[in-house]
């Protein structure tokens, strides 16, 4: 079992950053491909980034490309999401995921066994 708890979310003005942290508990989080997705109130949850086990290969969505980088540290079962140029459409719940997704598949929610409780990010206009 993996146990993941986000942290870092806040209040951010239009154009700030933030960076959220993903603490995991568990022997085989470093096995794991990890991912971020957020969702907003009344919308489906969303694919935000993805990153390898290994951590050499990530991909983003179309809309955060260019301004958020995830990452992740082993070492200490960590995984984070820096945010840049905040935009008020990136307000929402994000929640960190960990798991075995098919390679071709890492954007769909059902990829991922295990999830975060959310930490909420609101970016005023």
């Known amino acids: 079992q993996v146990q993941l708890v986000e942290s870092g979310g806040g209040l951010v003005q239009f154009g700030g950053s933030l960076r959220l942290s993903c603490a995991a508990s568990?022997?085989?989080?470093?096995?794991?491909?990890m991912a971020w997705f957020r969702q907003a109130p009344g919308k489906e949850r969303e694919f935000v980034a993805a990153?390898?086990?290994?951590?050499?290969?990530?991909d983003y969505a179309d809309s955060v490309k260019g301004r958020f980088t995830i990452s992740r540290d082993n070492a200490k079962s960590t995984g984070y999401l820096q945010m840049n140029s905040l935009k008020p459409e990136d307000t929402a719940v994000y929640y960190c995921a960990a798991g075995h997704p098919d390679e071709l598949k890492y954007e769909r929610v059902y990829e991922y066994t295990y999830w975060g409780q959310g930490t909420q990010v609101t970016v005023s206009s």
């Open positions: 990153i390898s086990w290994s951590g050499r290969r990530s």
């Open positions: 568990g022997r085989t989080f470093s096995t794991c491909d």
